[in-house]
């Protein structure tokens, strides 16, 4: 008996500046707590830090939230495999749903300096929507 996993739809990301660690939550379907542990787990995750120590995460940091989420429940990754993986490929680089933007969702290109692009990644990440919309 194999199991299979399920891409979860998450919410689309609104188009504001700030946004705080319950509505993170659920933009991202994933509890505060495991949100706070992945802040010391990932290096590149940190949000700002305001009174009371309340914390703020811009949209950058959902889309990696969103990112490491994938990596750990969807593909099966460990915190080491998802932290390696997004030190290799960048951090918010290398799922398919990356770069497709939802419905009121102001997205930022990234700086023609930093950007890399795996060729085979993007092949099969192509073949594989085609084979969505095949389907439909």
Known sequence: MTATIEKVVLPPIPAKRYFT???VSEL???KPHVLRYWEQEFTQLRPVKRRG???YYQHHEV???RRIRELLYEQGFTINGARN???SHGAV???PADDLQEEGEVVEAPSPTTA???VDQLRKELLHVIDLL???
């Open 53 to 55: 120590n309340r914390r």
């Open 134 to 136: 095949s389907r439909s």
């Open 85 to 87: 993986r997004l030190d």
């Open 28 to 30: 991202c379907g994933v």
């Open 63 to 65: 889309l990696l939230i």
């Open 116 to 118: 890399t692009v795996d």
């Open 93 to 95: 680089q290398g799922g």
């Open 21 to 23: 660690i319950g509505e």
